[in-house]
C-alpha cells in the first residue's frame, strides 16, 4: 500500500514527519528513498519535515536531511523561520551548536522571520541561556539586529521582567547577552514603535506575591537568627579570655582576626536586612519588591561571613590536632569555592568589556545551567 506514505493525518503530518519528530532516522531514510516529495510537504502548523526534525533536536535526522537534499536548508515555516530559528526558540542548544558549525548554513545565523526575529531574538524570548550563550560566543551572530519593532536580543529577554520577579532562567539569559556586550536598542528606535511593542502596565497583583510576601518573613526571622549568634559569638569567642582582663586568649592569632572580621560583617549585614525587612512592612507593594531585592544579596553575604566564621572557629579550637584542623579548612574552603563558582556569574551585572573574564566565567555559567536544570529542553527528546 505505498499511497501510505504519502497520506497525511488531520494535523497534515505524513509518516516522514512523524519519522522525524522522533528520530527514527532508518524510517526517514527508508520514506525519503520511496517517496522524496515528501521532504517539500507542510503540515498545518507550517513545519516541513526538517523543521519537525530541528524542533526535537535531532541532529542525526537533520543532517540526513541536508545530506540528501541541502536545499532543505532555504525552506521556511508559515512564520518565515529556518530550522536555525525552531531550533533556537525551542531550546535545543545540541542541534543549535551543529548548525553553527556548518559552513554552509551560515546565511541562517542572522536571516529574519517574518517579524524580524533573528535566532537569538528567538532564544532570548524563549528563555533559553544555554542556546543564547552558544549564539553569542559565535563572531558572526549580529548582537545589534533590531526585529520589527525596533528590539534587540537583549531587549526582548527583559520584555517580562519590567513589573514581575524573574525567573532564575530569565536572569541566566540575559546575564549571557550582557557578557556577549549585547546593547538595547536606541531610545529613537524604541520610541519610534512604542504603541506596539509596549504592553499596558500591569498593576502588582497582591495574589501574585504572597508567596514572596511569605519569604520576606522567612528572612526576618532567620536574620534576627544570624544577629542573636554573632552577637553571642563576639562574647563567647574561641579560646575564650586570659585573665581577668578581658582580652581574648588568640588575640594575636591571624586566624582569630578573621574571626572577628567576619563574625563582625555578619552581624552587622543580618541588622541590615532586619531593618530593610521592617521597612518593608508598610504596605506598599513596591517597596516590598524593592526591600526583597536589597536584602536577598546582603542576607547572602551574611550566610557567607557565619560560615566563614564557623570554619576559622573551629580550626582555632583544633589547631593542637592538626588532621582534624585542617579537614575543617578543607571541607568550609571547598563548601565556599562551590558556592563562589555557581554564582560568580551573577556578580557581573554589566557587559564584560575584556573577553579574558568573558572565559573565565563560561565553565561557572555552563556548570550554573546545568544545576540549575535550564538545559532541560536540551534534553526532552534524549
Not at 529613537?188 to 506596539?196: A, D, E, H
Not at 536589597?294 to 592538626?322: D, E, H, K, Q, W
Request: aromatic share 10%; hydrophobic share 45%.
Amino acid at each position: 500500500m505505498p499511497h501510505l506514505i504519502t497520506n497525511q493525518d488531520i494535523t497534515g503530518m505524513t509518516p516522514l514527519s512523524h519519522a522525524a519528530s522522533i528520530g527514527f532516522l532508518g524510517g526517514v531514510q527508508y520514506l525519503l528513498e520511496k517517496a522524496s516529495d515528501c521532504g517539500y510537504k507542510m503540515d498545518l502548523n507550517g513545519f516541513f519535515p526538517i523543521h519537525t526534525a530541528s524542533k526535537k533536536g535531532h541532529i542525526e535526522v537533520i543532517e540526513f536531511f541536508l545530506k540528501q537534499y541541502p536545499d532543505m536548508s532555504e525552506l521556511l515555516n508559515q512564520n518565515g523561520q529556518n530550522i536555525l530559528h525552531v531550533a533556537a526558540v525551542s531550546g535545543k542548544a545540541k542541534a543549535v551548536a551543529y548548525m553553527l558549525k556548518r559552513d554552509n548554513l551560515e546565511m541562517l545565523i542572522n536571516e529574519k522571520d517574518n517579524f524580524g526575529n533573528t535566532p537569538l531574538h528567538l532564544a532570548s524570548k524563549g528563555r533559553h541561556p544555554k542556546v543564547v550563550s552558544i549564539l553569542t560566543w559565535d563572531k558572526r551572530v549580529s548582537l545589534k539586529s533590531l526585529n520589527n519593532v525596533g528590539r534587540t536580543a537583549l531587549d526582548v529577554a527583559g520584555d517580562y521582567s519590567t513589573v514581575e520577579f524573574p525567573s532564575f532562567r530569565e536572569q541566566l539569559t540575559r546575564q549571557a547577552l550582557r557578557y556577549a556586550g549585547a546593547p538595547r536598542a536606541p531610545r529613537s528606535t524604541t520610541s519610534k514603535n512604542m504603541p506596539i511593542m509596549m504592553p499596558p502596565l500591569k498593576l502588582h497583583s497582591e495574589d501574585k506575591y504572597k508567596d514572596r510576601v511569605g519569604t520576606l518573613f522567612t528572612l526576618l526571622l532567620v536574620a534576627t537568627l544570624v544577629a542573636t549568634v554573632t552577637f553571642a559569638a563576639s562574647f563567647t569567642v574561641p579560646g575564650g579570655y586570659n585573665g581577668s582582663g578581658g582580652v581574648a586568649t588568640f588575640l594575636e592569632k591571624q586566624m582569630f582576626q578573621v574571626f572577628v572580621i567576619c563574625n563582625t560583617i555578619a552581624m552587622y549585614s543580618a541588622i541590615a536586612v532586619v531593618v530593610t525587612l521592617i521597612w518593608a512592612q508598610l504596605g506598599d507593594l513596591n517597596l516590598v519588591i524593592a526591600a526583597f531585592k536589597f536584602a536577598v544579596p546582603i542576607f547572602g553575604l551574611a550566610l557567607t561571613m557565619v560560615s566563614v566564621a564557623f570554619m576559622v572557629g573551629n580550626y582555632l579550637v583544633l589547631r593542637n590536632l592538626n588532621w582534624l584542623a585542617y579537614l575543617v579548612l578543607i571541607i568550609g574552603s571547598f563548601v565556599h569555592l562551590t558556592l563562589l563558582i555557581l554564582f560568580s556569574p551573577l556578580c557581573f551585572p554589566s557587559s564584560l568589556h575584556h573577553r579574558f573574564l568573558r572565559y573565565v566565567l563560561y565553565y561557572p555559567f555552563c556548570l550554573l545551567i546545568k544545576v540549575t536544570r535550564s538545559d532541560t529542553d536540551d534534553k526532552k527528546e534524549e
